[in-house]
Structures are given as structure tokens and as C-alpha cells.
């Protein structure tokens, strides 16, 4: 089943991030994919819009990001809560190498491809950034830190257009937070600040 | 009115941020003081703690970090929106020299002294932490980016004990995301992945 999708103006890219939600990363090389849960994340600038996280090193989705120089942020839904936690507790090259999938064969998860990189991009996310690394040695090596630059971004329509979230009436499509250990808080009511005067 | 403060262990002060909360920068030096927003903020390390926060060339708490080595990260509620959105859209060093006060005494604002900091902390907000610069000369000066080491943290006591958030029963103190323009995301339910098989 695939979400309807619409492109997002990249002025607008760092919209998906503003509000701080749990993303999945994703990378693929030399005919290898894989994916995980990030809860450190951020965006960086707003035009060309750039992203920061932080991977464990560690993790074979660091390993694909710095060897092919691209990556995805995804943003999942409450609704895809259980798999981004599975994503986000297991090891991708553990998995390939005790049982020779990966993670998408082993949970069974649908993809498409991206309009610029190669990473792959997950079904039913609510939003989708392509990056390409903009690379930084020292705080990689220093802090686990990447920072990357959005060369493409979209999102689903029903909840996401002309720069806003809309989740009224989607509440299956609502982003997600990690506070710790599977525990998540799910975006709630809006709210528009008065203007104050000093 | 002060609100019910407890220590936060560091080890579990990540979760203070880990959720993306928008925050409040403070910082002081040579008797000068500021406090912007930013949404723009992350924790990058567990222990010790550090945290990863954005701030434009143009802001005087930047400068006045910069000086100090100092800074304050705190979580506002959306009890907290208007000002909080106000604090993110005026100029402290515009305030002092057209008005000849601070955004503190501008909009009435309670502080606390931090236990370890020089940088004032923002009273009724949900969760603060004191934190020293770790410079890094070359991504401040070409990504506005900002690390820094945790070395205290505090919270409120009705909303976050024991490593976690609580919200049911204090809707003012729910913690807020900013979108854009003042429109903010309000932290809602809670949700606890199920473990997925492989």
C-alpha cells in the first residue's frame, strides 16, 4: 500500500524536522541497504536546507551512509511505532549475518526509491528528506555527529501541505518522540502564541 | 511563583530533550544577560551528557555564550507559548539599546541561579539544563552549530521523576514543538511499542 505522496518545496524541507519527531535513517552501498531509528535529530539550516544526527558507530547504517556519501531521514507515523522501535533495538548487519536478510526481508518492510539518492525509502512514513553527507571528519570521528545537506524531500498530503502539518482526522498518521526504551509521545493539539508586548 | 524543582541525574538527563522539544537558550556574561527560542536542539551523547544546539550569528546570547563558555538549555510548556514565541522573535541586543532593558525585565520574567552555570534559568519551565561549551571553533563559524557538556539538570517534579515524562493531569506543563511562525505542536498521548519478531 503505498501513501499518497506530493514533493515538498525544499525552502520549506526543514518544516518536517522543526518539530523534533524520532526519524529513521537509511542508507545503501555496493548493493546493501539498511535502516534505524534516530532519535537525534535535527534540522541545521533552511536554505539549501542541511540536517544533523548522531550515529553510533556501531551501527551498519553509518557504515552504508559514509561509504556511498547519501542517506534518508524518514519520519514515521504513531501507527508505525512498533517497527520503528524494532528498527531501532536490532542490528542490521547482526541480522544479515545470522540470517542472511536484511532488515527490510526480515520485518517484511515495502520501499520505493528516492529522486536523488540511492538510500532507500520507507513506505507509510509521513515524510521523507534525501541527504547527501556533507562530510565533517573530525566531529564524525569526534561525536558521532553527521550533518548532511536535503537535496530532495516529500510527504504524505493527507497530513503534510503547504509548509504545515494537518493531522486533524489522520490521528493513525500523527508523528512520534522517543523519550527512552520504547516509550513514545504522539504530537497532540496545535496551538498559534498570541503576541506578547515587551 | 516557583515551581516544584528536582535534580535530574545526568545520567538520565537526555531525556529532558530526547522527544525534540523546542527550547529556551540563556546565557550571561560581564553582567549581561539573554534568552532566545530554539527549535534547533538535540541531545548528541548520554554520558557524559551533551547536547547539539543551532543559533544564528546575528543572536546576542550566542555572543554572550561565546564569551561565557556558558549556556542554559530549558524546556518551556505550552503554558509558556507566548512568550516563548515571543522570545524567539525579538532581539535582546536591539531591546537594551533602543529600551535600555534586558528581555528579562521587558516581559517580566522570573529567573533562578543555576547550581553549576553563570547563565540565568527561566522559572515554570518543565526541565533545564546547565551546560559548558565544548568548543568547536570551525562549526561554530560555519554551521552556527553549538556543542556543549551537561553539568547539571533539573526538572519539574509533577511532570518528569524517575527518567520519565508525565503529562496526565498537567496539561499546562506539556512540553511544545515548534512548526513555524508561532504554530506549535503540543506533546499529546503516549504510546509503548510492542517488540516485532523478525
Not at 489522520?170 to 508523528?175: A, G, I, V, W
Request: with cysteine; net charge negative.
Amino acid at each position: 500500500m503505498t501513501s499518497p505522496r506530493v514533493g515538498v518545496d525544499l525552502a520549506k524541507a526543514y518544516r518536517l524536522l522543526n518539530h523534533g519527531p524520532t526519524v529513521l535513517v537509511s542508507a545503501a552501498h555496493d548493493g546493501q541497504r539498511n535502516i534505524m531509528a534516530a532519535a537525534w535529530a535535527m534540522p541545521l539550516d533552511f536554505a539549501p536546507p542541511k540536517v544533523a544526527v548522531v550515529l553510533d558507530k556501531a551501527t551498519w547504517t553509518r557504515r552504508l551512509l559514509e561509504a556511498s556519501g547519501e542517506f534518508a531521514l524518514q519520519v514515521p507515523t504513531v501507527g508505525q511505532v512498533d517497527i520503528t522501535q524494532a528498527l531501532g533495538s536490532s542490528s542490521g548487519l547482526t541480522m544479515r549475518e545470522q540470517q542472511g536478510v536484511d532488515k527490510f526481508a526480515a520485518y517484511g518492510l515495502q520501499t520505493f526509491a528516492g529522486s536523488v539518492v540511492g538510500a532507500p525509502l520507507l513506505e507509510g512514513c509521513a515524510a521523507w528528506l534525501e541527504c547527501r553527507l556533507l562530510p565533517e571528519p573530525a566531529i564524525q570521528a569526534g561525536y558521532d555527529l553527521f550533518l548532511g545537506e536535503v537535496v530532495a524531500a516529500h510527504a504524505d498530503s493527507r497530513v503534510f501541505s503547504e509548509g504545515r502539518w494537518h493531522f486533524t482526522g489522520h490521528d493513525s498518521l500523527r508523528t512520534i518522540h522517543h523519550v527512552a526504551g520504547g516509550h513514545f509521545l504522539v504530537d497532540g493539539d496545535t496551538v498559534d502564541a498570541k503576541p506578547l508586548t515587551p
